[in-house]
């Protein structure tokens, strides 16, 4: 080995050398910023009090959640009230969403994660507003984070479950973070985030269901809470069936719809020629319920309108102790104030039109003769199979009876 060559191979192994240095110290660098950033929250501190709007986007699919009058709303279904404890924790996970792994990557990357606002596999785009409608944080909720499982398993699922996400804060194009919230239920559905509360019908004293044909139309009632079902006007031949109609009474005693109705047309919705239930119940409650056509064969449009009309003061006893006064006084205060508030809750339901799953009404829309007991058909007479004595024949009663035949002729007597 000559001088020349002997310097080409050490120039060579200070230039490898020094590549390798200098990407162990690129490596070390990232790791270290990975490091540094473990822990720390995603959108940085902010006032979460003051988010008065949330905006949920994905490819053309929008939800906007406004905060009204300090009510949250659900301005895609016409301001509808929202689903407050869901927003709550939304904007608490939000707020307190922290980093378990950052990774530099470039543009073309995103994609790849689901990081982008538009394309093929868009991401879910996150913004927080204020009152003012400025935008106080966004973010973008990538593709998940999924865990795989250890072994397969002979009945599928080995694509692993969620157990964390990629996101990015928008504008910070070079960092992604993976957190450990999958935020799986996080959709730009407006039906997803209503506020699901609706009426309840407890403690029924009648029910009568109007048809448009009036011959299935029938009103069944009670004394007490505990005692029969009778049909009102019933018919001499009619029979109530107690099996039939003894679930009709908590029929709507835990109702629940699927969506809200916006700009409700009548001639689609059949509420303009409706069957009406009208629930009179012990607690001094009327609701009458509409019930419209069917929506794709799952569902049926309905609307609720509540009256109530009970007591707002007690009446003593006559026998009443003094020392038991106050003790009664507390709990009709209680009781009314729980129906004062079950009755605003209720009544602002009436100037919306639903989407009512139809399992729900069942039970409850079924017609007269559904009700009654099955008349069981009497037995006819079996006809007689004996066989008379003597059957005159027709031909007897007309030929004239056959004469004897004539005696033979006597032999002479001899002489």
Known sequence: MNRRQLTLILVAALV???????????????????????????????????I?????????????????????????RGGYKANFSEISEFLRKLWE???????????????????????????????LKNAKGEVVRSLILGKQHRRQPTESSPFG????????RYVMVSGKTNLVSLVSESFSNI????????NKDFFK?????????????????????????????????????????????????????????????IDPKPEVTGLEKPTVAVFETFDGFTYTVKVGNKHDDSAYYLAVAVNANYPKERTPGQDEKPEDKEKLDKEFKEKTEKLNEKFKQEKSLEPWVFLVPKWSLDSLLKERHALLTEKKEEPKP??????????????????PPVPPPP?????????
């Open 52 to 76: 008065a709007h949330i905006t949920i986007r994905h490819g053309t699919n929008e939800v906007n959640l406004v905060q009204k009058d300090e009510v949250w709303t659900v301005k895609e």
């Open 157 to 164: 699922g080995d694509e692993g479950w969620p157990d964390g």
């Open 16 to 50: 490898i050398g020094g590549l390798g240095l200098w990407l162990r110290s690129r490596r070390a660098a990232s790791y270290q910023t990975s490091s540094g950033l473990m822990g720390q929250k995603v959108l940085g501190d902010f006032d979460v009090n003051s």
């Open 97 to 127: 969403l922290k980093i378990i792994q950052a990774q530099a990557i470039g543009p073309s990357q995103l994609a790849r994660l689901e990081l982008t606002a538009e394309g093929e596999k868009p991401g879910t785009v996150v913004e």
């Open 201 to 261: 019908i407890e403690k029924v004293k009648s029910v009568a269901v109007t048809y448009p044909n009036a011959t299935n139309s029938w009103h069944i009632a009670r004394d007490t809470e505990t005692s029969e079902l009778k049909l009102v006007d019933a018919k001499p031949d009619e029979k109530l069936d107690a099996s039939k109609v003894s679930s009709i009474p908590n029929a709507l005693a835990w109702p629940s719809f699927n969506d809200v109705v």
């Open 382 to 399: 079996a006809a007689s199979t004996a066989t008379p004595a003597h059957e005159v024949s027709p031909v007897d009663a007309v030929l």
């Open 407 to 415: 005696e033979p002729p006597k032999p002479p007597k001899p002489e």
């Open 187 to 194: 959709e730009p559905k407006p039906e997803q985030w209503l």
